[in-house]
């Protein structure tokens, strides 16, 4: 099994819909991260957790929230989703993040 | 808040041939790490190496390898013996305390490896 799942790997939804996007990880480490790409914008960090009781907002987080609901796993939600948010959305783990980070393979979501 | 900027949207490189991908950033912090990482087209993110700030050597790993300049903020990689399968993106990436413990990307480069 991979050491951080992601589900699903593939979505499309309407826009104003609810949309959950799932990760877990088997690293055992404390820090999760949700990161979105864009096309030429690199990755931007969404939204962060240092342990299950610390979440943080990074650079982009208006339209999401997350939760993380034990230390292997974190979520990342669109309350009502608009075609901007059209991205491929990375979920990563990292122990103190000097050895980098482990990445999912990927949600690619597609809002029409 | 630290940046790190990638010039080079795209590069091409022949099979069996070296490329240089550049990437410079800003800090004021002195101790930080450094990442290459590589996104094929499977879109998986794949740590390709790793410089610690602290340390003078330059990082390698086999083919790949990174020309480290402190005092000037750049972090290039060189690929060695371009392979096709080295075709990717590739994200150079900043971490440390001043960064708030969290890893900020450049835009990335586009690398095309032609036969």
């Known amino acids: 099994d991979a050491d951080v799942t992601q589900t699903p790997r593939n979505r499309i939804t309407k826009t104003g819909k609810r949309i959950m996007l799932e990760c877990s990880q088997t690293?055992?480490?404390?820090?999760m991260y949700w990161y979105r790409q864009d096309p030429g914008l690199g990755l931007r960090l969404i939204y962060y957790?240092?342990?299950?009781?610390?979440?943080n907002k990074g650079e982009i987080s208006d339209g999401y929230s997350v939760s993380r609901q034990a230390q292997a796993k974190f979520s990342l939600s669109l309350e009502s989703a608009i075609p901007n948010q059209t991205a491929l959305y990375f979920c990563?783990?990292?122990?103190?993040?000097?050895?980098?980070?482990?990445f999912g393979s990927g949600t690619r979501l597609t809002v029409v | 808040a630290q940046t790190v900027t990638q010039s080079q949207p795209e590069m091409s490189v022949q099979e069996a041939e070296t490329v240089t991908l550049s990437c410079t950033y800003d800090?004021?912090?002195?101790?930080?790490?450094l990442f290459w990482y590589k996104q094929p087209p499977s879109r998986q993110m794949i740590l390709v190496i790793r410089?610690?700030?602290?340390?003078?050597q330059n990082a390698t790993e086999n083919r790949f390898s990174v020309n480290f300049q402190k005092a000037a903020k750049s972090f290039s990689l060189k690929i060695s013996d371009s392979q096709l399968g080295d075709a990717a993106m590739y994200f150079c990436?900043?971490?440390?305390?001043?960064?708030?413990?969290?890893?900020?990307f450049g835009k990335g480069t586009l690398l095309t490896v032609n036969p």
């Open positions: 800090t004021s912090e002195s101790d930080y790490y």
């Open positions: 410089q610690e700030a602290y340390k003078q």
């Open positions: 990563a783990t990292s122990d103190f993040g000097t050895d980098g980070y482990t």
């Open positions: 690293k055992g480490h404390d820090r």
């Open positions: 990436a900043y971490y440390s305390g001043g960064s708030n413990y969290k890893l900020t």
């Open positions: 957790s240092f342990d299950v009781k610390d979440i």
